[in-house]
Antibody, heavy 113, light 107 residues
Framework: EVQLVESGGGLVQPGSPLKLSCAASGFTFSSNWLNWIRQAPGKGLEWVASINPDGSSTYYPDTVKGRFVVSKDNAKNTGYLQMNNLRSEDTAMYYC??????WGQGTLVTVSS | DIQLTQSPASLSASPDEIVTITCQASQDIGSSLLWYQQKPGKSPQLLIYSATILADGVPSRFSGSRSGTQYSLKISRLQVEDIGTYYCLQVSSSPLTFGSGTKLEIK
């Protein structure tokens, strides 16, 4: 059974960094793209980042490019989203997913002073 | 960037009715479109991929179709458990984009 478990969310001040983790099991992590999406409270879904199976290529929308870094450790079956210089508009539930078919339960990030 | 115009924003329908949700892409995305259902407090669940292929375990009352750059999700006989918000997602080119969502309620 595919399982994805996000962790690392919390309350942080504007300008702070935060690193999210995504623990994967039940499938061959090293063979799959890893994706992150987010959902601000009461809002729709937004794509945040993608990384290819071997971690050599990453993709971001302009809203997070230069601030967020996606990575994956295939030996640990874990993906990461390093978020720097956080803004209030980054407040959202963050979900990790593989191949756009499976998503974790999410981890909440709140950016507020 | 590719825009997905999703409609309607909300709809209310009775059990056993036919429901159709559409996404209009701003340019050609081929079959690179997915449909999700999201229930409150839950992560999105994949319904359809490659525009028309039913995901594993999804009831057959759900179907996807494509006409040019217009994509549709049809629920053939609405059930009470189908309440939630539905989103389309294009994965043709970066930045990946979602439709704005359709909130489905049961009368």
């Amino acid at each position: 059974e595919v399982q994805l478990v996000e962790s690392g969310g919390g309350l942080v001040q504007p300008g702070s960094p935060l690193k999210l983790s995504c623990a994967a099991s039940g499938f061959t992590f090293s063979s799959n793209w890893l994706n992150w999406i987010r959902q601000a409270p009461g809002k729709g879904l937004e794509w945040v980042a993608s990384i290819n199976p071997d971690g050599s290529s990453t993709y971001y929308p302009d809203t997070v490019k230069g601030r967020f870094v996606v990575s994956k450790d295939n030996a640990k079956n874990t993906g990461y989203l390093q978020m720097n210089n956080l803004r209030s508009e980054d407040t959202a539930m963050y979900y990790c997913g593989i191949t756009f078919a499976y998503w974790g339960q999410g981890t909440l990030v709140t950016v507020s002073s | 960037d590719i825009q997905l115009t999703q409609s309607p924003a909300s709809l209310s329908a009775s059990p056993d009715e036919i429901v159709t949700i559409t996404c209009q892409a701003s340019q050609d995305i081929g079959s690179s479109l997915l449909w999700y259902q999201q229930k409150p407090g839950k992560s999105p669940q994949l319904l359809i991929y490659s525009a028309t292929i039913l995901a594993d375990g999804v009831p057959s009352r759900f179907s996807g179709s494509r006409s040019g750059t217009q994509y549709s999700l049809k629920i053939s006989r609405l059930q009470v458990e189908d309440i939630g918000t539905y989103y389309c997602l294009q994965v043709s080119s970066s930045p990946l984009t979602f439709g704005s969502g359709t909130k489905l309620e049961i009368k």
